[in-house]
């Protein structure tokens, strides 16, 4: 490390793996109601799991970016964060505001909650994934309008490097189609259309952005090959990204009403998508070959390696698989949507934080040749029971979806059964992903786990972690 204030990172990371294991309890929670409709009532009801579920994940998302952003800025940029008690403060904010509003979706009832915080006022409440309540929204705003003014400000100040100008791109990005949440049309097709630029023009548009730029950083780091060729790779993949995103996105299109040119459009553009999560592949792998040092933390490599095939499968393949519109007839809001959606955000995103994570932390605690051999082998084992357990949740639901559409969708009206019949044929199914997640679960612990095991013949350096590294 080799700036003081990236230490600031190290809060960030802490509470993001602290909401995973939320995110995680309340998903084991509504693999159970998924089998047993009673379990949790009436203290925990399914639509407030889910809530609960969807919501941590989004924010420990967030709260892992912004940890990485701050690692990461100042040592390209070379120079101290521009504000580091504003990072400080804007942590303080968001951890208030997020736990406030989980807490919220657990103790009310929804409708009350909206009562309380006002929603009549400015209504923005309701909708999956933006179910915050109108004042949490601003707070969020007002944290990203700060943190991307921080790291603005560094980047202004210090070297500006490729990889901190994506990053800074897809956060910029980032902030500013959340302001779509707050645009909350009576009509219903024009609500949708809107509301698909958040969720969608982040995880398939500006947050690519995001994570092509850690990767970069990640495997400059433990390869210590030229910037030049690593730049010149990520260019590439961010052009493709964008290309392919921003009108792919009008797969979300097909059947919410906007006109009929997205049929053809969305399913083209869509088509191409898997294209940059591929070339990721390509790089990290080309990266590692082609590496000119052998980096102590080999299990920093894993994760960016796994990222990589991870995003690739889970965004890739799984999101091409029902993306082409005559396809998309048959499979849309089927169990089918669910298994792409837990792959992609996972091998995506949770993944490139755990990725940044897993290389960042040591050096914080003052081991830049990583964690002890056996502290790696601990989290070895966390990596691939994650990996497993999440491949076993994706295709557990992959086979319900496929049955689902066979039993529900593609029998004439009246031979088809009706949704209730089905979701009881296809329960064995979700025994399937209750087990998975069990296994999930298990990585979870075997990953935090790893941060405690001792360290002994780790190479440590005093001062917490501040070294002369180079590259
Ligand atoms: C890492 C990137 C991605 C993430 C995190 C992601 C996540 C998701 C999620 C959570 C949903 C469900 C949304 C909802 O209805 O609540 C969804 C839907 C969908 N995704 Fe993705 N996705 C990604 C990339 C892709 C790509 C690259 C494709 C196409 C090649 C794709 C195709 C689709 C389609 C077609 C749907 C709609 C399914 C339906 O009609 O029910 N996704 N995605
Ligand atoms: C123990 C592991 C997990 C279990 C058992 C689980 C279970 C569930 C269930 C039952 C739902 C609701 C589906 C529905 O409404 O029908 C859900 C939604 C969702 N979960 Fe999980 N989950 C787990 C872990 C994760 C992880 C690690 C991620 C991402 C990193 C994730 C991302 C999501 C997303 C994006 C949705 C919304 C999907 C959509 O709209 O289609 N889950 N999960
Ligand atoms: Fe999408």
């Given at each position: 490390m080799k700036y003081e204030s990236q230490l600031i990172a190290k809060p960030y990371f802490i509470f993001a793996m602290i909401l995973f294991a939320g995110q995680v309890i309340?998903?084991?929670?509504?693999?159970?109601?998924?089998?047993?409709?009673?379990?949790?009532?009436?203290?925990?009801?399914?639509?407030?799991?889910?809530?609960?579920?969807t919501n941590l994940l989004i924010v420990w998302m967030l709260f892992g970016f912004m940890g990485a952003s701050y690692y990461?800025?100042?040592?390209?940029?070379?120079?101290?964060?521009?504000?580091?008690?504003?990072?400080?403060?804007?942590?303080?904010?968001?951890?208030?505001?997020?736990?406030?509003?989980?807490?919220?979706?657990?103790?009310?009832?929804?409708?009350?909650?909206?009562?309380?915080?006002?929603?009549?006022?400015?209504?923005?409440?309701?909708?999956?994934?933006?179910?915050q309540p109108t004042i949490t929204k601003i707070g969020i705003v007002l944290v990203c309008l700060s943190f991307v003014f921080n790291i603005a400000m560094t980047i202004l100040k210090g070297r500006k490097t490729v990889i901190n100008m994506v990053l800074i791109t897809g956060l910029a990005g980032l902030a500013l189609f959340y302001l779509f949440s707050f645009y909350n049309p009576d009509s219903l097709t024009m609500d949708k259309y809107f509301w698909w630029f958040v969720v969608h023009l982040w995880v398939e548009g500006v947050w690519e952005l995001i994570l092509g730029a850690l990767l970069a950083f990640v495997l400059i780091k433990v390869t210590g090959v030229d910037r030049e060729h690593i730049e010149k790779w990520l260019y590439v993949i961010i052009a493709m990204a964008l290309i392919s995103g921003l009108i792919g996105m009008g797969h979300h299109y097909f059947w919410v009403g906007p006109p009929r040119y997205w049929l053809w459009m969305g399913s083209f553009f869509s088509a191409?998508?898997?294209?940059?999560?591929?070339?990721?592949?390509?790089?990290?792998?080309?990266?590692?070959?082609?590496?000119?040092?052998?980096?102590?933390?080999?299990?920093?490599?894993?994760?960016?390696?796994?990222?990589?095939?991870?995003?690739?499968?889970?965004?890739?393949?799984?999101?091409?698989?029902?993306?082409?519109?005559?396809?998309?007839?048959?499979?849309?809001?089927?169990?089918?949507?669910?298994?792409?959606?837990?792959?992609?955000?996972?091998?995506?995103?949770?993944?490139?934080?755990?990725?940044?994570?897993?290389?960042?932390?040591?050096v914080m605690n003052g081991r830049p040749q990583g964690n002890s051999a056996q502290a790696q082998k601990v989290e070895r084992w966390g990596f691939w029971l994650m990996c497993i357990g999440m491949l076993g949740i994706t295709f557990a639901l992959t086979a319900a979806g496929i049955w689902q559409v066979a039993l529900q969708r593609i029998p004439d009206a009246g031979e088809a059964l009706s949704f209730m019949a089905t979701q009881d044929a296809i329960a064995p199914f979700y025994v399937a992903r209750l087990l998975f997640g069990l296994l999930f679960a298990a990585g979870v612990i075997t990953y935090f786990a790893s941060f405690v095991v001792a360290n002994r013949g780790a190479k440590q350096t005093s001062s917490e972690g501040l070294t002369e590294q180079t590259a």
């Open positions: 309340f998903g084991l929670l509504m693999g159970l109601q998924y089998l047993n409709g009673d379990a949790g009532f009436p203290y925990i009801p399914f639509n407030a799991a889910r809530m609960v579920h990461l800025v100042p040592e390209e940029a070379e120079t101290e964060l521009y504000s580091p008690v504003l990072a400080k403060i804007t942590f303080w904010v968001f951890v208030v505001a997020g736990v406030a509003t989980i807490l919220g979706y657990l103790l009310v009832p929804y409708a009350e909650l909206a009562r309380i915080t006002k929603n009549e006022l400015f209504p923005t409440m309701g909708r999956e994934f933006l179910e191409l998508e898997p294209v940059p999560f591929f070339m990721m592949v390509l790089f990290a792998f080309k990266m590692v070959k082609e590496r000119r040092r052998e980096h102590g933390n080999k299990i920093a490599t894993t994760w960016a390696q796994g990222t990589a095939v991870m995003a690739f499968l889970g965004a890739g393949v799984w999101g091409f698989l029902h993306t082409l519109a005559p396809v998309n007839y048959y499979t849309h809001g089927t169990q089918l949507t669910a298994a792409h959606g837990h792959l992609a955000f996972f091998g995506a995103y949770a993944m490139v934080v755990m990725c940044m994570i897993s290389y960042s932390m040591p």
